[in-house]
């Protein structure tokens, strides 16, 4: 790009930080809605509920084991598949889409026709929450003032911590109406959420724009440095699973301490205590 240009788009770029204000955070509400929706309630809220699908006899613990591992293969999947569906779909439909799909695995859920039904909306549910990990800041941050983007992208992973808490809370008084009564309210509070931020997102085409000129592909030292923290946040994720399905379930069956709403949040923040705290700088281009 020559120098005018540069200089044309510097100062684009600028007035598009200025007069855009109230809708930055509106966006950054609207990716907290996000991952609170996709992975909070429809992904965690999961583990909080294994003691009583297995006391219920809707699933043995073996299939309730399985079923977890449904929803981390979704996730997976979703990770995998989220840029592809951004490009194809534009990535403000697919948020919106995946929330969507998420509250409806939350109701589908409430029906325990069979293991193949319950096991398919699970892996939806982890779909979802996959696209909606890596879309969401990625289509928000480019709207965002260089300055606040890494306060921003704290509020928007914050929701993953905030649907911990919120769902390992939420379950054990929903369980006292029934479970499929639990998996009714899960999908309620996704459906709002759903609704309330749906027109809070950024439109597609200028994220695209003030993105473009800063985006290369990683090369050399780079590229070794992202391979390598790509191999540690995986290792990071291999560790963290048998805490994130299990633990609970071990606290109240394996324990005898049954599920109640204060032992249930603990545990439930405690395995992603670290979505509570804002990075210090936005995260790279992806």
């Known amino acids: 790009m020559s120098s005018p240009n540069v200089s044309r788009h510097r100062h684009q770029t600028a ?32 583990t909080p509920l294994i003691p009583a699908l297995i006391a219920a006899k809707w699933f043995s613990p073996a299939d309730a084991v399985y079923l977890g591992a449904a929803n981390l293969a979704g996730y997976l999947a979703g990770a995998l598949v989220a840029r592809e569906l ?101 999908g309620v509070l996704s459906a709002l959420l759903t609704l309330v931020s749906w ?5 597609d085409a200028p994220a ?30 291999l560790a963290l699973v048998p805490h994130m399905v299990f633990l609970v379930d071990f606290v109240a069956r394996g324990l005898g301490q049954g599920i109640s709403a204060p032992r249930s949040a603990c545990l439930s923040s405690s395995r992603r205590s670290p979505s509570f705290f804002p990075p210090s700088a936005p995260p790279p281009s992806r």
């Not at 598009?16 to 950054?28: E, F, K, M, V, Y």
């Not at 909306?121 to 909606?132: D, E, N, P, T």
């Not at 027109?199 to 439109?203: R, T």
């Open 15 to 46: 007035a598009a930080h200025r007069n855009q204000g109230d809708p930055a955070w509106l966006s950054a509400a609207a990716g907290l809605c996000a991952s609170l929706v996709g992975l909070g309630l429809a992904r965690f809220a999961y």
């Open 86 to 186: 951004g490009a194809r779909m534009g990535a403000v439909r697919t948020l919106r889409g995946m929330m969507v799909v998420a509250s409806l695995c939350c109701f589908a859920c409430s029906m325990p026709v069979s293991f193949a039904w319950f096991f398919g909306w699970r892996f939806l549910a982890g779909v979802s929450g996959g696209v909606i990990m890596v879309l969401a800041a990625s289509t928000i941050l480019p709207h965002i003032a260089p300055g606040k983007r890494g306060v921003v992208g704290g509020v928007i992973f914050a929701g993953v911590g905030l649907g911990v808490a919120v769902s390992g809370t939420l379950v054990p008084l929903l369980l006292q109406q029934g479970l499929r009564q639990s998996w009714y309210g899960l």
């Open 199 to 203: 027109k809070a997102w950024p439109a």
């Open 208 to 237: 695209a724009a003030l993105a473009s000129d800063d985006q290369a592909p990683p090369g050399g030292r780079r590229l070794t440095i992202v391979r390598i923290l790509s191999a540690e946040y995986g290792l990071n994720a």
